[in-house]
């Protein structure tokens, strides 16, 4: 569907046939690490520990879920173990949302092979714990610089390079991945990242389009975009190029302050009413502009799935407003 003028055009079709009572909104797990207590993987901590993890989510609200490689390298399982994980689950009564190979980029300039082999694994991952979709990027993992302060994009991080060459590398790899997913049930969703080949909202449009696969969209995250230490376009500017291409969506935002005579530029982490983001009006837009998809609630800092719960009952009522 083509972007309406701006975000105050939407409006919600009346037959939309949409419920913001069931409206799939997932638990990000970004406050969950890889390490279990006693220095095991979480991957070897087994389903004892999984069903406590999960059950942690479920508390605060959740019933969805999205499974981030970081945490649950659904690529480097047997059969046996998503089997056992899809059972737990089952049993806590959740559902996934999405799968996400995070900071495994396929141009990767040291593992793109390998992260090209282990996406592809990852698909078929997805597929048999019963995802409908995976999200993929083109970021590579942080610098050592990075991971040493507490807000990782206040330091500059890798960048894809201009290189024609190596972008149609990255659309080609996409293009086959994305053959694979059609042929397994699986749909996939292109994270917009800053410092990629998808770091701002033109450049990933045109990606998307010269892709150009029915079975991929945009992860439309605008907070990855309006977070960058330097002068960025306005957000509605992004939200009205983007949400027109969604099919999941992590919903985050940032406060944001700014001093371009003396060119200096700052962001924190803020919940989703209080950050630089208007969600009423970009989520009323997505939904009237076509977006069905998930939405995935994530936070930085403090009491991160605390504040993502309150996050996601506020996206509720957004949602509910949108289609009344």
């Given at each position: 569907?083509?972007?309406?003028?701006?975000?105050?055009d939407?409006?919600?079709?009346?037959?939309?046939g949409l419920?913001a009572?069931?409206?799939?909104?997932?638990a990000?797990?970004?406050?969950?690490?890889?390490?279990?207590?006693?220095?095991?993987?979480?991957?070897?901590?087994g389903?004892?520990?999984?069903?406590?993890?999960?059950?942690r989510i479920?508390?605060?609200?959740?019933?969805?879920?999205?499974v981030?490689s970081?945490?649950?390298?659904?690529?480097d399982?047997?059969?046996a173990?998503?089997?056992?994980?899809?059972?737990?689950?089952?049993?806590?009564?959740?559902?996934?949302?999405?799968?996400s190979?995070v900071?495994?980029s396929?141009?990767?300039?040291r593992?793109?092979?390998?992260?090209?082999?282990?996406?592809?694994r990852?698909?078929?991952?997805?597929a048999?714990i019963g995802?409908?979709?995976?999200?993929?990027?083109?970021h590579?993992?942080?610098?050592?610089?990075?991971?040493a302060?507490?807000?990782f994009w206040?330091?500059?991080?890798p960048v894809?390079?201009?290189?024609?060459?190596?972008?149609r590398?990255?659309?080609?790899?996409?293009r086959?991945l994305?053959?694979?997913?059609?042929?397994?049930g699986v749909?996939?969703?292109?994270?917009?990242?800053?410092?990629?080949?998808?770091?701002?909202?033109?450049?990933?449009?045109?990606?998307?389009?010269e892709?150009g696969h029915?079975?991929?969209?945009?992860?439309?995250?605008?907070?990855?975009?309006?977070?960058a230490?330097e002068?960025i376009?306005?957000?509605?500017?992004i939200?009205?190029?983007?949400l027109?291409?969604?099919n999941?969506?992590h919903?985050?935002?940032?406060?944001r302050s700014e001093?371009?005579l003396?060119?200096t530029?700052?962001?924190?982490?803020?919940?989703?009413?209080?950050?630089?983001?208007?969600y009423?009006?970009?989520?009323?837009?997505?939904?009237?502009?076509?977006?069905?998809?998930?939405?995935?609630?994530?936070?930085?800092?403090?009491?991160?799935l605390?504040?993502?719960?309150?996050?996601?009952?506020?996206l509720?009522?957004?949602?509910?407003?949108?289609?009344?």
């Amino acid at each position: 569907m083509a972007a309406l003028a701006t975000l105050d055009d939407a409006v919600v079709p009346a037959d939309a046939g949409l419920d913001a009572a069931t409206w799939p909104i997932g638990a990000a797990m970004l406050q969950f690490p890889a390490v279990a207590p006693g220095g095991v993987s979480v991957l070897d901590a087994g389903p004892s520990y999984w069903r406590r993890q999960l059950r942690r989510i479920q508390r605060e609200g959740f019933d969805v879920v999205e499974v981030p490689s970081n945490w649950m390298p659904l690529a480097d399982m047997d059969s046996a173990a998503r089997k056992a994980f899809a059972e737990v689950l089952a049993d806590v009564g959740m559902s996934v949302c999405a799968t996400s190979m995070v900071r495994m980029s396929v141009i990767d300039p040291r593992h793109a092979d390998d992260n090209l082999a282990a996406t592809h694994r990852g698909i078929d991952a997805a597929a048999e714990i019963g995802a409908p979709l995976i999200c993929l990027g083109l970021h590579e993992p942080l610098l050592p610089a990075q991971t040493a302060i507490p807000w990782f994009w206040t330091v500059p991080g890798p960048v894809n390079p201009p290189s024609p060459e190596l972008r149609r590398s990255a659309l080609r790899r996409f293009r086959e991945l994305a053959d694979h997913a059609a042929s397994v049930g699986v749909a996939i969703s292109l994270e917009v990242y800053e410092g990629t080949y998808l770091g701002d909202a033109d450049a990933s449009v045109a990606f998307l389009d010269e892709l150009g696969h029915d079975n991929v969209g945009l992860n439309p995250d605008l907070g990855n975009l309006i977070r960058a230490q330097e002068p960025i376009e306005p957000w509605e500017a992004i939200a009205v190029k983007l949400l027109p291409l969604a099919n999941y969506w992590h919903v985050k935002n940032y406060a944001r302050s700014e001093n371009p005579l003396t060119g200096t530029y700052f962001s924190t982490p803020a919940t989703l009413p209080a950050g630089l983001i208007d969600y009423r009006k970009a989520v009323r837009f997505a939904i009237a502009s076509g977006f069905r998809g998930a939405f995935l609630a994530e936070n930085y800092g403090g009491d991160g799935l605390g504040v993502s719960a309150d996050n996601a009952r506020y996206l509720r009522r957004l949602i509910a407003d949108a289609v009344e």
